[in-house]
């Protein structure tokens, strides 16, 4: 069993700044690629940043140059750093990994999320 943890969210001004820790734990194998989702009410889930393994990094194209994903594989756990946070940021955001496994099969797992709230 692997869980994903999430911590971070909460109300910030615009402008502000944020950072948002994911944790796994449990039976973890390989922990290979980690991101960050988020979802507005009424929108679709959509990817926000992911790392590989190796550290490779991507991007939407609306949190370039304000977001920075990092990852601490001692630890288990990806960061997301936010900075000139924006009323459209406003939404949940979730944690994903890809587990590789003993039996060379990928599993994928999703954090419970965080709300994040950009409001004056």
């Known amino acids: 069993q692997v869980q994903l943890v999430e911590s971070g969210g909460g109300l910030v001004q615009p402008g502000g700044s944020l950072r948002l820790s994911c944790a796994a734990s449990?039976?973890?194998?390989?922990?290979?690629?980690m991101g960050w989702y988020r979802q507005a009410p009424g929108k679709q889930r959509e990817l926000v940043a992911a790392i590989s393994s190796g550290g490779s990094t991507n991007y939407a194209d609306s949190v370039k140059g304000r977001f920075t994903i990092s990852r601490d594989n001692a630890k288990n756990t990806v960061y997301l750093q936010m900075n000139s946070l924006k009323p459209e940021d406003t939404a949940v955001y979730y944690c994903n990994a890809h587990l590789g496994t003993a039996l060379k099969t990928t599993l994928n797992y999703w954090g419970q999320g965080t709300q994040v709230t950009v409001s004056s």
């Open positions: 449990g039976s973890i194998f390989r922990l290979d690629g």
